[in-house]
């Protein structure tokens, strides 16, 4: 069950764009499995890509694409991950660029390919080629929630968001959607997240506002501390109806990165929202740190904790261990005298200890709460960091160990 999220809704069409999907059969019969997005002629494109040196297919041949061309159509399938299978992966990831193209009319170079489901199984590349023409024939401005929905595996919402901003010399939208839920630490992006514009953007400030965006969203949420081999976040402006947006400095360059933020924040939360097996939404802030890289570092000690995160599922107020993740963090020079902890507002630990006048009863109260903040003060300077998380549940182990079967 969802910690406090709605499945995607009343997503807004953006101009230049077109999704269609279809039932490939990739690993489940009689569901949406694949997904075809068009972007009209002259978009341009940001995107980020998984740091692991395991990448998928996948992620090679859409980064190889990407540096040749702009491109005209995404194509996405769930299901199968097509990693960990060597040259034949990555020609079965070309064969269904070059099947794309045949039936669009345009270059494979202009085709980005995206999987995600099981690593080390191979492609059933004739499956995602007898399903395309039903996904090509199907392209509509309006299929952005059914296509939120072709791209999950072990989601229970599909998750999309849309913004709209209004700018004197017109309005510009915003659309996107994600899938994840486990297997997330993304360390650029999340498990797969398509977003797109109307406002008409070169490609280097498209890149620029994505590689922003990300990185104060989905880099920064975890539910186990995995990075994905097939992670990718791809922002599309088409230019089909938005303003012209050119300048870094100016009011339509910061509309745009606030609506893109927006987006991506949210669909970042989702992600943790629907986190496999998840009961708790849970916010981890660290204040007054030197840099903002030892604020991070004290906020993953904790978000990674199985001790802390199993405490949190089971409503047990057991602050030891976040002090002792905390001091694990690998902060130099800790004084622990000026370390302060506080969950849901309640005071925990004043000067590295115990607070005076905070009881059991009071912790127990804010970890039954389904949303929770731990919130962390080194006193040690100006900085701050934000991470977001889950708890860790019986059903995450299930999840995970009937994953392949």
Not at 84 to 89: D, E, L
Not at 278 to 290: D, H, R
Request: proline share 4%; hydrophobic share 45%; with cysteine.
């Amino acid at each position: 069950m969802a910690v406090n999220l709605e499945a995607a809704r009343d997503l807004l069409p953006v101009a230049g764009v077109r999704l269609g999907v279809a039932q490939a059969g990739i690993k489940h019969a009689g569901r949406d499995d694949l997904l075809l997005m068009e972007a009209a002629a002259g978009s341009t494109s940001g995107a980020v890509f998984t740091r692991n040196a395991f990448c998928a297919a996948p992620v090679v041949v859409a980064r190889r694409h990407r540096e040749a061309t702009e491109p005209r159509f995404l194509l996405v399938n769930s299901g199968n991950a097509n990693a960990g299978n060597g040259p034949s992966g990555l020609e079965n990831t070309l064969r269904t660029c070059r099947a794309v193209a045949a039936l669009a009319g345009c270059a494979p170079e202009a085709v980005l390919p995206f999987s995600t489901g099981v690593i080390g199984q191979p492609l059933p590349v004739d499956r995602v080629e007898a399903a395309l023409p039903e996904a090509l024939a199907g392209l509509e401005t309006d299929g952005w929630e059914r296509a939120a929905r072709a791209i999950m595996t072990t989601d229970t919402l599909a998750k999309g968001r849309s913004v709209r901003r209004t700018l004197p010399e017109g309005s510009l939208t915003v659309t996107g959607i994600a899938k994840g839920a486990g297997m997330i630490r993304p360390d650029m992006a999340t498990m797969l997240a398509f977003l797109a514009t109307d406002a008409r953007v070169p490609r280097d400030l498209l890149q620029r506002c994505l590689a922003e965006a990300v990185e104060g969203s989905f880099n920064r949420i975890t539910v186990d501390g995995d990075t994905s081999t097939n992670d990718a976040c791809v922002l599309i402006a088409t230019g089909a109806g938005g303003p012209v947006i050119e300048n870094p400095s100016g009011a339509g360059y910061a509309a745009l990165r606030e609506a893109v933020g927006e987006v991506c924040t949210h669909l970042a939360q989702a992600i943790i929202r629907d986190a496999e097996g998840a009961t708790k939404f849970v916010t981890v802030t660290v204040q007054e740190g030197a840099t903002e890289a030892e604020c991070l570092a004290v906020a993953y000690a904790i978000a990674h904790s199985p001790l802390v995160k199993t405490a949190l599922f089971a409503s047990d107020p057991n602050w030891g261990r976040i002090l002792a993740a905390v001091g694990r963090a690998g902060i130099e020079a800790l004084e622990i005298d000026r370390v302060g902890i506080a969950v849901n507002g309640i005071p925990i630990v004043t000067g590295g200890g115990r607070s005076a006048h905070y009881s059991e009863a009071q912790g127990q109260a804010a970890v039954r709460e389904a949303e929770v903040t731990i919130q962390v003060a080194l006193g040690r300077g100006a900085c701050s960091a934000t991470v977001w998380t889950s708890d860790l549940s019986y059903e995450y182990v299930r999840i995970n160990a009937e994953y392949r079967t």
